[in-house]
């Protein structure tokens, strides 16, 4: 029977993406919890990212998309669900009636007020863990993370090649 490595809290080795997968969890885990008990359980996958990141910061439905890194046509389903469900309504545009516009519904406020206090009941503990000169220092890596995605700035470096690379093979 093989040993099991004890469970530490040393996370050196593990890779930066499992970690950040793992930070995203803890607070989609805490929004999905607090939009259960205050009754918006059927938010469809990406809704309550959509449904908070709306009411939080008062944008619209494409500055939202645009942080999620997706296009409309990517979250048009969830959009769907959101509006048949009572999170979003469509309204159209006061300056141009051709326009349709998304916005939060009352219930839509809700559950993005729902899913806000989790967050912040995330940052509350974690700032009392690190302090809040590493959460800022946290902020400005995955603000260059996200930039570095978009294809804005310096390059990654590009790894050296090795022996079994086939770029780097001598004829015989």
């Known amino acids: 029977m093989a040993r099991r490595r004890p469970i530490t809290e040393d996370f050196d080795d593990v890779p930066l993406s499992a970690l950040l997968r793992s930070a995203q969890d803890v607070y989609a885990n805490a929004a999905e919890r607090a939009l259960s008990l205050a009754g918006y359980d059927d938010l469809p996958r990406a809704g309550s990212f959509i449904v908070s990141a709306m009411n939080w910061s008062n944008a619209s439905l494409e500055a939202v998309i645009r942080w999620m890194g997706v296009s409309k046509q990517a979250v048009s389903q969830s959009v769907d669900s959101l509006v048949v469900r009572g999170y979003l309504e469509r309204a159209h545009d006061a300056h141009d009636r051709r326009k349709v516009n998304l916005v939060l519904t009352e219930r839509g406020r809700g559950a993005g007020d ?12 974690l700032r009392s863990r690190v302090g809040p000169q590493r959460i800022a220092q946290t902020r400005e890596t995955l603000a260059a993370l996200t930039v570095m995605g978009r294809g804005v700035g310096p390059k990654a470096p590009t790894p050296p090649k090795t022996a079994d690379d086939p770029g780097n093979r001598q004829p015989p």
Do not use: F, H, P
Not at 114 to 125: F, I, L, M, N, W
């Open 114 to 125: 729902a899913a806000k206090s989790a967050v912040e009941g995330v940052d509350t503990q």
